[in-house]
């Protein structure tokens, strides 16, 4: 317990202490790393992993709506989904900042370099089994374009130790259905779309993130090196 309140205690006064540092600490190119790391997990999954393993979890909706004058319930299952194309990869929010902190009293350097990683125009495939009452099972192929799918990513890395961690927060949010498309056409398909839930599915393109894209990058380490620290404004 008193070791909390000490940390406590003492972070808040380092931050203070340390301006005049941080204000010249800086990453040299942050940007030329992100770049390289980002083209180089790209280009691993596309040959090791390939994009048709990037999976969407099975999920199922119910349908519970008025199409017209026509009163719609039941339930579709969408399985086996899985990315089908991109159109292009880019990056987005580049930055970086390094902090320092005082661990029993020594300082202790840590740097932080945090991108977005953005894929455009991501097409996934799914199969749907639509099962609306008092009709027969219906089975559809269905595509949904997303506008872009953007995976914040983050890598922190200790400076004394080495130790590095690879986070991603939610890919979801900035996922946007743009266009979907049907097989058969037909008006229970209108149905489908009107009921699916874009947000159903974010949950998945954060697992990539978390399960494939990171562990890449972190096997990358000791390729593509962590930009060094400077102190002199890396101007
Ligand atoms: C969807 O519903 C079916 C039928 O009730 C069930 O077997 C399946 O486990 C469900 N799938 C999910 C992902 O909940
Ligand atoms: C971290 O590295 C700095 C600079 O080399 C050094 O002054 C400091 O004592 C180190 N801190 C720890 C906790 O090892
Ligand atoms: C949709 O199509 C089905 C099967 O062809 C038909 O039974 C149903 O009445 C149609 N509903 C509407 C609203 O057109």
Redesign the pocket.
């Known amino acids: 317990m008193l070791k909390v309140l000490c940390t406590i205690f003492l972070s808040f006064p380092v931050g203070i202490l340390s301006q005049a540092w941080h204000n010249k600490a800086c990453l040299e190119d942050d940007v030329g790393y992100v770049e390289r790391l980002a083209q180089e997990t790209m280009y691993k999954i596309e040959k090791d992993v390939k994009f048709c393993n990037l999976k969407v979890d099975d999920f199922n909706q119910t349908i519970n709506n008025q ?2 004058s ?1 009163h719609v319930s039941g339930s579709v299952q969408y399985t086996d989904n899985f990315l089908i194309s991109i159109q292009s990869v880019h990056l987005e929010k580049i930055s970086s900042l390094v902090t320092r902190r005082l661990v029993n009293n020594v300082p202790e350097y840590q740097a932080g370099v945090l991108f977005t990683l953005v894929f455009n125009q991501a097409k996934i495939g799914f199969n749907a089994l639509v099962k609306l009452d008092n009709q027969p099972e219906q089975r559809y192929t269905l595509d949904y374009l997303y506008n872009s799918i953007s995976f914040p990513i983050s890598i922190v890395r200790i400076l004394n130790t080495t130790e590095t961690t690879y986070t991603s927060s939610s890919a979801g949010t900035l996922a946007h259905v743009v266009k979907m498309n049907f097989l058969p056409y ?3 398909s209108q149905v489908i779309g009107r009921n699916f839930k874009s947000s159903t599915i974010s949950s998945s393109f954060t697992k990539w993130a978390r399960q494939i894209f990171l562990p890449i990058m972190e096997e990358l380490e000791d390729i593509i090196t962590f930009p060094t620290i400077r102190l002199d404004g890396c101007k």
């Open positions: 199409m017209y026509w037909t008006n229970v």
